[in-house]
């Protein structure tokens, strides 16, 4: 009887930190992909501003709304790195500081796309540059996504 209660005890220990991390992970994606799409949004708004600048009809979009959301997205990304690291082995924690660097990357690329439409002036391939950003990022997010659905299901 002895045995039979610590094994239960073992196994709801085992299920509890599985859920404890499988929580983290979906936490730490959700918001990545939260960063992701506030970049994707912040090219859209600096195409338009870039193509109303040099003559195509409309009026220039609100710039700074769209960044302050995805400023704020990025300080709960932050957030949401530490509860992450705080649950996963230190190559998962390599593994996702690594992630949030692509996305430091990609947010580099909207700030100097949208400082040379503020400044009136062009940034040479600053688009191009970030588009690329946003391609690297959504495949290292997928990457990431699945090595983490990996880790889990060794755990389960």
């Not at 690291?85 to 593994?95: K, N, P």
């Amino acid at each position: 009887a002895l045995a039979g209660a610590r094994e239960q005890i073992h196994g709801q220990h085992r299920a509890a930190i599985w859920q404890v991390r499988r929580d983290a992970y979906a936490a730490f994606l959700g918001q990545i992909e939260a960063v992701r799409l506030g970049v994707e949004n912040m090219y859209g708004v600096c195409t338009q501003a870039i193509q109303i600048s040099v003559g195509a009809p409309g009026e220039q979009p609100d710039l700074m709304a769209p960044r302050n959301e995805l400023a704020d997205k990025v300080h709960t990304l932050w957030e949401r790195e530490s509860v992450l690291l705080l649950a996963v082995s230190a190559e998962e924690a390599r593994d996702a500081k690594a992630l949030m660097n692509i996305a430091r990357g990609a947010v580099h690329y909207v700030d100097q796309v949208l400082d040379g439409i503020l400044n009136d002036r062009e940034a040479p391939g600053g688009l191009a540059l970030l588009s690329a950003a946003m391609d690297t990022l959504r495949d290292a997010i997928q990457e990431w996504a699945d090595s983490a659905r990996t880790s889990l299901n060794a755990l389960d």
